[in-house]
């Protein structure tokens, strides 16, 4: 799959997942991306080759940095428990793009 796109769907309204991630890196895409089916597409580009160690760690750290925000949203009412599940696994992967130079996650309403 080297240099290419993968399309796929999640129903569930999620975003790209972890196993996405390792997925698009292991297959060397060019890009991934999920429609959700509820008017939202998320999409990962991959510019760079990635190393597959730090990817797991920078994902770890985004995971426990988006956690500590989300639970703090939801302590001071900004978020219900159903709107922070939903914005949960979006802002893993805003921070995720983050880290990790050559890497751009986008959400696009359809």
Same mark, same amino acid.
């Given at each position: 799959?080297?240099?290419?796109?993968?399309?796929h769907?999640h129903?569930s309204?999620?975003?790209?997942s972890f196993?996405?991630v390792? *997925?698009?890196?292991?297959?060397?895409l060019?890009?991934?991306?999920?429609?959700?089916?509820?008017?939202?597409?998320f999409?990962?580009?991959?510019k760079?080759?990635?190393?597959?160690?730090?990817i797991?760690?920078q994902?770890?750290?985004?995971k426990?940095?988006?956690a500590s925000v989300i639970?703090? *949203?939801?302590?001071k009412g900004? +978020?219900?428990?159903?709107?922070a599940d939903l914005?949960y696994?979006? +802002?893993?992967?805003?921070? +995720?793009s983050?880290?990790i130079k050559?890497?751009?996650?986008e959400q696009t309403?359809?």
């Open positions: 799959m080297n240099g290419k796109a993968l399309i769907n129903p309204g999620q975003t790209l196993e996405d390792l *997925l698009a890196i292991r297959g060397e060019k890009e991934i991306v999920a429609f959700s089916g509820k008017g939202t597409y999409k990962l580009i991959i760079d080759k990635l190393d597959i160690n730090d797991r760690i994902y770890a750290q985004a426990k940095e988006a639970n703090t *949203l939801v302590s900004v +978020f219900t428990k159903e709107q914005e696994k979006h +802002f893993i992967m805003s921070l +995720f983050q880290k050559g890497v751009r996650y309403q359809y």
